[in-house]
């Protein structure tokens, strides 16, 4: 097996030895669809946002969510654990080059996450009648776009952090603006102006809106897609310039 | 030629110079000892040697190799076996040796170098589980995964209890009889003294002395003294005669013969002659240690 995959392989047993962040990561979205939509209202058409139903709006929400918490809960803590207790050290002085092992991470990651996204949208689905994609290409460009966002956010944090606890409590400070501005507690839909606007500009207010675009059958706003791929870029671009292996 | 050569080495932190004209060279199928106190520079020498650091001056090659330029060739040539790294909590025994073995062109057969380092019966526990002389065993296993042609070695023996410590002194032996060159960093005189062909011994960042622990004990002092209770009375004429003896001396009932060269022989011929026998017999000769003090000019505080 080459080393990419071994070290995938590896990584992903390691990730389910840790009972906590497998809850969080792969069943807590899932469990949180099933509460709102056991609240009543919640499956009523409602007028003030174009006849959809609040739970049609969760599940772009909570699949945001669910990348949100690989991001910054498990890839930043996990990065900053490995170099405070040497491990990456070790790994330079063998043959595996850093790129690899940073591949491992985040196939891991997009690999089970995007499992996550699929158990979602089927919970949505079969218990809800939430609609599935109509514009699947589009779903999944928003998806990856989203994805790429968070994981570099997560990387950054992993790069600046000095240990794997300040990693987890600065990922913890970033996760709760970020989960707001994608509608955790307020949908984008029945947001002000200005919080939609402020929204906009967070990684995932643009991420849940292409994932409720193109689940209506559109293609996602250029904006929306540019303010991803931005993120992506000055976040990504300071985690490689930041990054230390020790 | 020599497997791994370095001159001239320099490398500062900022205003402080921790290596300053470091330079030695090891030949294969040695195991090399890098000797001296915490804070001598030793780890810094080697972690340029294993490529992890750059160095402000001088040239090293590994199996002529630059460690900086290609680094790609040097990690699989070179396994290492660093200070305070962990691996993950979770990762088994055998986890680690099947994902360390796959970063390996050539790799060892794993399996032979658990049984080895006996921790065959180890295979299914966490790293988090495993005592500190079963880390430091995985760590050596790990380091010698990819059949390198050389293994640095750093500090391996620190905080193992003395019994754990003999049975990795054997471990070293057997790596070197595969043939890889050892390139070993210690603080313990007794760990060089027992295990290294030749020693550099580093003081404050620079070359004190290169020997073998044997040649730097006689460059210090050759004197040896024999002590014992002469079953007999006995005149000191007889044995201050002996060209090889230097001084004799009465220490209570005992007697303190001082000299050089082949003295034990010398002195128990003459004490056979006159039917004297030695009870207590002690030859006492000059430590690595005492050889520290004598090049460094101070007490090594290891």
């Known amino acids: ?42 499956r009523e058409p409602d007028p003030s946002i174009g006849g959809l139903r609040v739970i049609d709006l969760y599940v772009p929400i909570v699949v945001a969510l669910g990348l949100a918490t690989f991001a910054l809960n498990g890839l930043s803590q996990l990065f900053a654990t490995y170099r405070e207790k040497g491990v990456l050290r070790r790994m330079r002085t063998t043959p595996v080059k850093p790129g690899t092992m940073l591949g491992a991470q985040l196939l891991m990651s997009t690999i089970l996450s995007v499992l996550t996204m699929v158990v979602v949208l089927a919970v949505g689905r079969l218990a809800f009648d939430v609609s599935l994609p109509r514009q699947l290409p589009a779903y999944l460009l928003g998806y990856v776009l989203a994805a790429l966002a968070m994981f570099a956010i997560g990387l950054l944090v992993a790069s600046l952090a000095p240990t794997g606890k300040s990693a987890g409590a600065i990922g913890t400070v970033l996760f709760f603006p970020i989960v707001f501005f994608a509608g955790l507690w307020i949908p984008r839909d029945n947001m002000n102006g200005v919080l939609r606007t402020i ?45 230390r292996w020790e | 030629m020599a497997i791994i050569e370095v001159d001239g080495l320099v490398k500062r932190y900022g205003d402080h110079t921790v290596v300053d004209g470091v330079g030695f060279a090891v030949e294969q199928g040695e195991i090399f000892g890098i000797l001296g106190p915490n804070g001598a520079g030793k780890t810094t020498t080697v972690e340029c040697v294993e490529g992890l650091r750059t160095p402000d001056g001088g040239t090293i090659r590994v199996c002529d190799i630059d460690p900086r330029r290609d680094t790609g060739e040097l990690r699989q040539l070179l396994g290492a076996q660093l200070q305070e790294s962990e691996l993950p909590d979770k990762l088994t025994v055998g986890e680690a040796m099947e994902l360390f073995s796959s970063f390996y062109r050539h790799p060892a057969d794993w399996r032979d170098l658990v049984d080895t380092l006996r921790l065959s019966g180890k ?64 603080h313990f005189m007794e760990e060089a003294e027992r295990l290294c062909d030749r020693l550099a011994v580093i003081d404050s960042g620079r070359l004190v002395a290169l020997d073998s622990p044997a040649g730097l004990v006689s460059r210090v002092d050759e004197r040896q003294r024999i002590r014992f209770r002469p079953s007999a009375p006995l005149d000191h004429a007889v044995l201050t005669a002996l060209p090889e003896v230097t001084s004799v001396e009465r220490a209570g009932s005992q007697l303190v013969v001082s000299g050089t060269g082949d003295l034990l022989l010398a002195v128990t011929t003459v004490l056979a002659r006159n039917q004297v026998v030695a009870a207590d017999l002690r030859v006492e000769q000059t430590s690595l240690e005492d050889a520290f003090v004598a090049l460094t000019g101070r007490p090594f505080d290891a």
């Open chain 1, 1 to 42: 097996m080459s080393a990419l995959s071994r070290l995938t392989v590896t990584e992903t047993k390691l990730f389910f030895r840790e009972p906590m962040i497998v809850f969080f990561a792969l069943a807590f979205p899932p469990i949180l669809l099933v509460i709102f939509g056991a609240v009543p209202s919640f």
């Open chain 1, 199 to 243: 929204s906009d500009l967070t990684p995932l207010g643009p991420a849940v809106q292409s994932l409720q675009d193109a689940t209506a059958g559109h293609w996602p706003q250029p904006l929306h897609l540019a303010v991803m791929l931005g993120w992506t870029i000055v976040a990504g671009g300071l985690a490689a310039r930041y990054f």
């Open chain 2, 123 to 186: 295979l299914g526990t966490q790293f988090r589980r495993l005592s500190g002389g079963q880390k430091q065993r995985l760590s050596i296993a790990l380091a010698l995964v990819g059949n390198p042609r050389v293994a640095v070695l750093d500090e391996l023996t620190t905080g193992l209890d003395p019994q754990a410590r003999r049975d990795t002194w054997d471990l070293i032996e057997d790596i070197r009889d595969r043939g890889v060159t050892i390139l070993l960093v210690t």
